[in-house]
């Protein structure tokens, strides 16, 4: 690693905001060799995405480099043409977004996106290229990897979607890559081959990458050096070693000490309690193809039960099942005791207003062209008839629920909120039907870790004060620890145990539990070097191909 390939000097940013333009990156310095790994790490708002954009010459609309030099292999980026530009990006500049379901076009089959970038810099053939991707897609894991390039984004999980922008960026084996956030949405026994993928790619081609995350435990496995930004400024630079042992200022240790909550465990379930929710023997399908096996498990109020798995393990599908959007083949779903129609369209207003839903990804789940007001107020009138000035003022009182002012967001559009402003909006808006029952799917998933903890402190305090239940889909086991009252497994659209939070991290459990305990990345830069050996893995590549 003593070849540069990237320089950034004295690098700022700005956003527009009305007429006036604001700081966004104050001044940053970086430099990157062929083959090196640097991770940017930082609270949301920090700068990490923006300044990787600006590694590729390339801002957001409403944002510009107003100072300082971008410099690629002996290119300047900010004074090369777009002609040389496009030359670059997609062929020796490859970029991997955090929102794959914002990111691919949903007109267009996964395989069809895929082979433009290496046909159109002529670097393959279309021939070439299909069966370069099917070899990406299989040495990422993902299921089918002939056929699944032949689906249409929403035909695949979200899991399976990130791993499919991976291979993409992967296409034409470029000599940077700028990873942001690339393993989010991934759960952990997934993200640990997808990791080890992304490392035997960038050892076996010298390929150099900037690795943006919120996630310290993955950075750690990923990254030779550690950068961390702070509202713009360069907080400190440092070997990840160094970086995770000594750091040397304040900011970057509360970092290291951040998931500091865990809610107190509660009384066990009194048996004769009628659950809020109850899934009975609920088996379902797409199509012809089964997904659910006689799934049970209750839900009680008040009480936080996680449901935990790897992608396509039938967690969400589950979740569609109880909202009546995927009618059950089989079995039945109960709301207090009673059998709720399994269509939701045949369900009362009233059913419909008990069970709501917060969203993964908060960016596609917010109307963009409407104010956070007029989105939070859409339930309040539907549900409530609510309107005029008694409109506004609910509206007001669930944004002061969320910790939000209510004159200050009112009018704003959802593209000026941070992510996890975005997902307090998301929150707001189910609770504006009054439910007693939510379905709260990878909420914090996509939220830096000081983000995603005020995130889960807001709904423990909402749901002590409303006496709400909650569904907490993830596949984040620090999150389970932290809210979870009970636990329930799944694998192959199958319960394979279930039971208090207490138990279920206790040994002895069952395989699949102890294998999901196992995987949850350590602050230890050698963690997964080390577990893959332990699992018997010869070389990183190998735990991508199912070696596991």
């Known amino acids: 690693m003593t070849d540069t390939l990237l320089k950034m000097r004295g690098v700022k940013l700005e956003g527009r905001s009305d007429e006036t333009w604001n700081p966004i990156i104050n001044g940053v310095d970086l430099t990157l060799a062929k083959g090196e790994v ?42 090369a043409s777009a002609a040389v530009k496009r030359g670059l990006l997609g062929k020796r500049i490859a970029y991997v977004a955090q929102s794959a379901a914002a990111s691919f076009n949903p007109a267009h089959r996964l395989m069809e996106q895929h082979v433009e970038g290496p046909t159109q810099h002529g670097v393959m053939s279309k021939a070439e290229s299909e069966a370069d991707g099917i070899e990406l897609y299989r040495k990422l894991r993902l299921p089918d990897p002939e056929s699944i390039g032949f689906r249409y984004p929403h035909q695949v999980s979200g899991g399976q979607l990130q791993r499919a922008m991976t291979a993409m960026a992967m296409s034409c084996r470029p000599d940077l890559i700028i990873f942001d956030e690339p393993t989010t949405a991934l759960d952990v026994t997934t993200q640990i081959e997808v990791l080890a993928s992304i490392r035997d790619i960038v050892e076996q081609f010298n390929t150099a990458a900037i690795y943006i995350t919120h996630d310290l435990a993955v950075v750690a496995q990923m990254a030779d050096r550690i950068k961390v930004l702070l509202k713009g400024d360069e907080v400190e630079t440092a070997d990840t070693r160094t970086m995770l042992s000594a750091p040397t200022q304040e900011y970057t240790k509360s970092l290291w000490a951040v998931r500091s909550f865990e809610r107190p465990l509660k009384a066990p379930v009194i048996a004769s309690a009628v659950p809020s929710v109850s899934v009975q023997n609920v088996d379902a399908a797409y199509g012809k193809v089964p997904v659910l096996h006689d799934v049970s498990f209750d839900m009680h109020e008040g009480r936080t039960v996680a449901v935990v798995g790897e992608s396509g393990s039938g967690k969400s599908t589950t979740a569609r099942c109880i909202t009546g959007l995927l009618p059950p083949t089989s079995g039945q779903i109960a709301f207090n005791g009673e059998v709720m129609p399994a269509d939701y369209r045949k369900r009362s207003k009233d059913q419909l207003r008990q069970v709501q839903m917060i969203y993964q990804m908060a ?72 439910p007693k029952f939510i379905i709260c799917d990878e909420v914090t998933s996509a939220l830096d870790q000081l ?43 199958r319960v394979v145990e279930a039971g208090p939070k207490a138990e279920m991290f206790k040994p002895p459990h069952h395989p699949y539990t102890d294998l999901l305990l196992s995987s949850v990345p350590e602050m230890d830069p050698d963690w997964l070097t080390n577990l893959l050996q332990e699992r018997g893995v010869d070389n990183i590549g190998d735990a991508a191909v199912g070696k596991m």
């Not at 007029?374 to 609910?394: D, H, N, S």
């Open 38 to 79: 640097l991770g940017l790490i930082g609270e949301s708002g920090a700068g990490k995405s923006t300044l990787g954009l600006a590694a590729m010459g390339f801002t957001r609309d409403g944002v510009r480099i107003s100072e300082g030099s971008v410099e690629f292999d002996g290119i300047d980026l900010l004074k």
């Open 451 to 493: 983000v995603a903890e005020g995130i889960l402190r807001l709904l423990a305090r909402l749901q002590d004060t409303l006496g709400l239940s909650y569904m907490f889909i993830t596949h984040d086991l620090a999150t389970v620890r932290a809210i979870a009252d009970e636990v329930v497994v799944m694998k192959d659209g």
């Open 363 to 434: 960016d596609t789940a917010l109307n963009p062209r409407m104010s956070i007001g007029e989105i939070i107020a859409r339930p309040v009138q539907f549900y409530m008839g609510l309107t005029g000035k008694q409109k506004r003022a609910r509206v007001d009182k669930l944004l002061d629920q969320i910790e939000l002012e209510p004159s200050e967001y009112y009018n704003r559009l959802p593209s000026e909120l941070s992510g996890g402003q975005k997902q307090r909006i998301g929150i707001a808006r189910a609770l504006a039907a009054e």
